[in-house]
């Protein structure tokens, strides 16, 4: 079986450890990837790898957010993965930081990135992984999720990438409702 894990994020130095961008470091971090090649293809940064006798692909859309769905569609295309075998990370205001929650299809919630994936990829039917990065106290959303981590956050950040990366290997190793059903609603003080 094939499969394709998307990291939703922005290029460019200065999206680097912004809220907007945990998916690709979740992904940087991920034992499995970090020893990858990647290469540029699709709109994107890819690469891949084999766990439990299935192939993994994995994508950075090189797009920016609002545009990711062109990146994923055309990967989906060359490797023929079909749209219920595509995984998505992304982050995530509607969940405090530092705590995920596993979906299947369903809402958009607003974020730009799944609206361009559910628009040009067939519909909502994909897998997600949300990663919560908390909603501020004060300010704009957009300012926030494309400011970096600070202060407590800064300082959980390597919890929250072992917490991801446990996830992601129960999801490769048991499937997705098992990952599900072990993983959804933790939180880095649980781990």
């Known amino acids: 079986m094939e499969y394709l894990i998307v990291g939703l994020g922005n290029p460019g130095q200065e999206y680097e450890l912004t809220r907007h961008n945990i998916a690709w470091d979740c992904l940087d971090k991920y034992p499995a990837v970090s020893s990858q090649i990647w290469k540029s293809k699709f709109k ?3 690469t891949s790898f084999d766990y439990s006798g299935n192939k993994y692909y994995v994508l950075k859309p090189q797009t920016y957010m609002n ?11 060359f490797f023929k993965i079909p749209l219920s075998n595509v995984i998505v990370l992304h982050d995530d205001i509607d969940l405090d930081f530092g705590l995920i929650i596993f979906k299947r299809g ?7 990135g799944l609206k361009s994936i559910n628009n040009l990829c067939g519909g909502p039917n994909f897998m997600r992984l949300r990663l919560g990065v908390g909603r501020p106290k004060y300010g704009s959303v957009s300012s926030w999720v494309l400011s970096k981590f600070s202060g407590d956050d800064l300082i959980l950040l390597d919890r929250y990438f072992e917490l991801v990366t446990a996830a992601l ?9 098992r990952a599900s059903n072990k993983f959804s609603r933790k939180k880095i003080e649980e781990i």
């Open 44 to 46: 994107g940064l890819f």
């Open 67 to 77: 545009l990711s769905g062109e990146s994923v569609q055309a990967m989906m295309k």
């Open 106 to 112: 369903g809402g958009l919630a607003g974020h730009n």
């Open 169 to 177: 290997e129960e999801f490769c190793n048991k499937g997705f409702d």
